[in-house]
């Protein structure tokens, strides 16, 4: 069973670029079906994928709305995955969930989740 | 774009009894859909993928159905830990997915 834990800070400025890691344990960040996600749901609202990547830069897909901000990346010798978001604003103040996605499906397992607070 | 819409925003049940909470697609999504719950402070847990099979461990009092446009998840005899939010996902429109608004089911 796969455990993800999310991490990074909890206060992003205005205009700059928030940046979170999930630390992936119980299993290999290279284990074949699964896909590396990156979730978020503003507080008292739903979730909202923001993309999903494999390994090695072989396959990145975006949320639409998000994809000019938005960088996912893999790191197989730490067993992690990164997201960037720049220029961030209040509207991206979120609790922030990586999720290991099966084939590009649903979420199998999730991070507990961290609150990300956009503000100066 | 697929549009997700879940009724009841809320739902009212009394424990021991039963629940049915809906998901409509604005277009077909076949059978890829998935249901989560969300309890207050955690993540999402899956518990229904392909419209109607269980996850790992989820009790068979939870049951989907469904295909095409609409969905609804099932819950029996309800306990005081099935109280919470439940979202859809659809997995059809690959690689883009998209959640339901949520459905929050409370206690009589």
């Known amino acids: 069973q796969l455990q993800l834990q999310e991490s990074g800070p909890g206060l992003v400025k205005p205009s700059e670029t928030l940046s979170l890691v999930c630390s992936v344990s119980?299993?290999?960040?290279?284990?074949?079906?699964?896909?590396w996600a990156w979730i978020r749901q503003p507080p008292g609202k739903g979730l909202e994928w923001i993309g999903s990547?494999?390994?090695?830069?072989?396959?990145?897909y975006y949320n639409s709305s998000l994809e000019s901000r938005v960088t996912t990346s893999v790191d197989t010798s730490k067993n992690e995955f990164s997201l960037k978001l720049a220029s961030v604003t209040a509207a991206d103040t979120a609790v922030y969930f990586c999720?290991?996605?099966?084939?590009?499906?649903?979420?199998?397992?999730w991070g507990q989740g961290i609150l990300v607070t956009v503000s100066s | 774009e697929i549009v997700m819409t879940q009724s009841p925003a809320t739902l009212s049940v009394s424990p021991g009894e039963s629940a049915t909470l809906s998901c409509r697609a604005s277009?077909?999504?076949?059978?890829?859909l998935a249901w989560y719950q969300q309890r207050p402070g955690q993540a999402p847990r899956l518990l229904i993928f392909?419209?109607?099979t269980r996850a790992t461990d989820i009790p068979a009092r939870f049951s989907g159905s469904g295909s095409g446009t609409e969905f609804s998840l099932t819950i029996s005899s309800l306990q005081s830990e099935d109280f919470a939010v439940y979202f859809c996902?659809?997995?059809?429109?690959?690689?883009?997915?998209?959640f339901g608004q949520g459905t929050r089911l409370e206690m009589k």
């Open positions: 119980g299993g290999s960040i290279t284990k074949r079906s699964y896909y």
């Open positions: 392909r419209a109607s």
């Open positions: 277009q077909s999504v076949s059978g890829n």
């Open positions: 990547t494999i390994p090695e830069g072989r396959s990145t």
């Open positions: 999720a290991a996605q099966y084939n590009w499906n649903y979420f199998l397992y």
């Open positions: 996902q659809e997995y059809n429109d690959w690689p883009r997915v998209t």
